[in-house]
């Protein structure tokens, strides 16, 4: 059909959520046309139009603002008739000779709503005209580092979430869209990680809370994996419990029950022998500095935070005399805590931490050059073999293996 001497109908791509994604031709648009449309939520929301205005501020006041409502229905004869009212009430302004821009999530070729009502406006003569973008499955690639192919020969497949069934087995990278409703049907095991060094009773009152949301799903799934964090090995450990919902969780749903108690496989096991370097005293408090560091080998000390049991030490002013347990590195916050000691502590003296078979040699780090150290094992006869011994080779290795 030939077309009008009307305004022209674009298809705005304004990306997945970051404004800084828009494409240059996008912001161009955006300011050029007069009238904007952009879908609404039942509730009023108007996403895509929140991006573009993030992007430009108020080079968007005065603008016409067209909001759109789409049904949101299987119902292909409902479909077509909330596209033809929204095509409607476009034209108007077409045809007084305007442009209008209307927003869509991600790129405007891949799935958009723009395509409908360009197909409607097309066919009764109107010129339209399509802003690429950037598809949100790019920009996740993107965020991860993680190239969607890993070469020219690998097939990347795109296809809608009603058609995973066809696709989840083919070859290379798969991008399910506009899943829906058949995110569901695509599981087979649904995982929780909840607790922290935590009773059962914990792990019941999050089963609960899992059931009232996703209790419609439970009755579908293979496997339920109720995550880590039991601290089952822990002495008053409430065992029947945890026993208890495991077995009505089998009993009910018929999954298969996962548990991840990394921690409690190695509670208050493992030991660091750290030397005292020097000891001061900065006002009224006495300090040891350790070549043990808070900060690089037991960040958990920091993050979590923690205190690590100490052998023949007790709580400040337990025993006759208290000391700061502070690490060598320059930062103020490289300090292990206070413990009391039944005499002053000096340099050379050896002390022993516990529990640091977990959350040390996996977390630490070299900062300030500081060194590891080494690992050693005993067996029950109580003979010692050293594993592993870290050198500087270890510490360049962290940086990368570049032979630049």
Known sequence: MEQRMTGTFYGVSVGPGNPELLTLQAVRL?????????????????????????ALGSELDGKTILPLQFAMSRDAAVLRASHETAASAVRPFLDAGQDVAMLNLGDVSIYATFGYLQEILQAQGYATAMAAGVPSFCAVAARLNQPLTGGMDAPLTIAPGSRADEVLDAP????????????????????FHTLCEQDSDALALTLAAVEDRFGDLLPRMQWLNFGGGHH????????????????????????????????????????????????????????????????????????????????????????????RLGGPTCLAGDVIGDYSFDAPLTEGDRLLFGDMAIYTTCKNNTFNGMPLPPIWTMDAAGTCRELVKFGYEDFKMRVGNSKK
């Open 30 to 54: 955006l300011r050029q046309c007069p009238v904007l449309a952009a879908p609404q939520t039942a509730s009023g929301q108007m996403l895509a139009l929140d991006i573009a205005r993030r």
């Open 172 to 191: 290379g990278t798969k991008v399910l869209m506009k899943t829906g409703r058949q995110l569901p049907a695509l599981l087979d095991g649904l995982h």
């Open 232 to 323: 089952i090995t822990r002495p008053g450990y409430d065992l029947p419990t945890l026993e208890r919902c495991i077995t009505e969780t089998q009993t009910k749903y018929g999954v298969q029950v996962y548990l991840e108690p990394g921690e409690a496989w190695a509670l208050n096991a493992g030991y660091l022998i750290t030397t005292v370097l020097d000891t001061l005293r900065n006002g009224d408090t006495s300090l040891a500095i350790l070549d043990l560091s808070a900060a690089c080998h037991t960040p958990d000390v920091i993050e979590m935070p923690y205190r690590p049991p100490l052998l023949n030490a007790g709580d400040p002013g337990e025993r006759a005399v208290t000391f």
